[in-house]
């Protein structure tokens, strides 16, 4: 049975794999700061650990077991990344952990693995790292001192019911409300990934220990005008959109350019993707027929 420890799994799609994993048989481990109730009573071990921290006890109670895998949903910048080398280090066999489509930069009809290669991604140390230059850092890092196999996933947003960022329920909601959407460019294509979908990808990817970065999307794409036909479709309202050149606040899939992966890769590897349709509408129609419930 393979010794796996999850690093922040208690949210969202960390949440799903770790249920996954223990549906699974796999012997699992929840290593978390401590400060929310762990909602696997019984189904996992627990280690009370803050990641970020090299000094922190908690590294001690890892280190003293022997992981097949480790998933980490918490890595956000190369100081993380040096932190997971230096506690892990020979030990470890794969660690598989979750960058971002943000790591992209440049305007592209759709972001393939290629478009960001962290072996030849030089950090500048001048440069402000927000969360995008923070995943290329972490990258850039992992793949090239870690003495372990390593896999990154490069997700896009990621939507489900219960996603705490409410980004999808903010639109439905302006929706029910009848306010205005502003979008900037009603042609740029976007993609998403199904909470679920990304806990089975990373499953999948433990299961079958594959290595590198793996784009995990939907397998196509949509316009920002699709996005509205098809919220005023499930919603059953019809949606004024101000689509503007101005400078847009409060509209969270909002971009001028294209913003999407082309996920073939894992695909072709055997991981079957999603098409938008098929989960995204009903996932509308759900969140609209909670809020009018509420």
């Known amino acids: 049975m393979k010794q796996i420890l999850v690093l922040g ?6 949440k799903k794999a ?26 996992v071990q627990h280690i009370v650990l803050d990641a970020s921290d090299a000094a922190h006890a908690g590294w001690q109670a890892v280190q003293a077991q022997q992981w097949d895998a480790v998933f980490d949903n918490i890595c956000y910048n190369a100081e993380d990344a040096q932190i997971r080398i230096e506690k892990f280090g ?18 592209k009809d759709g972001y393939v693995e290629a478009d960001f290669d962290p072996l030849t991604y030089e950090i500048d140390p001048n440069k402000t790292v ?9 990258e850039q890092v992992l793949f090239t001192q870690a003495p372990f196999q390593v896999t990154a996933f490069r997700f896009p947003i990621v939507l489900d019911n219960d996603d705490y960022t409410k980004r999808l329920h903010l639109y439905v909601e302006k929706a029910l409300k009848h306010e205005t959407i502003q979008f900037n460019n009603p042609d740029a294509r976007i993609n998403f990934v ?6 089975n990808a990373i499953v999948w990817a433990i299961e079958n220990e594959q290595t590198g970065s793996f784009n995990i999307s939907s397998q196509d794409a949509i316009s920002r005008q699709t996005f509205i036909d098809w919220l005023e479709e499930m919603t059953g309202q019809t949606i004024d959109v101000d689509y503007t050149d101005e400078s847009i606040t409060g509209s969270p899939f909002n971009t001028r350019h294209h913003w999407y992966l082309k996920s073939d890769k ?4 055997g991981f079957e993707l999603d098409d938008l349709a098929s989960w995204l509408k009903p996932l509308m129609k759900d969140l609209a027929d909670e809020m009018r419930a509420q």
């Open 18 to 43: 770790v249920q996954l994993l223990v549906a699974k048989g796999y012997d699992v481990t929840v290593a978390t700061r401590g400060n929310n109730p762990v909602p696997f009573e019984g189904q």
């Open 266 to 269: 894992i695909a072709e590897a």
């Open 90 to 107: 020979q030990q470890l066999k794969h660690y598989y952990f979750t960058s971002s489509l943000a790591t992209y930069e440049g305007n």
């Open 194 to 199: 199904k909470g679920s979908s990304a806990a």
């Open 9 to 14: 799994g208690t949210n969202f799609f960390g």
């Open 130 to 138: 927000d969360y995008g230059e923070g995943k290329r850092q972490a």
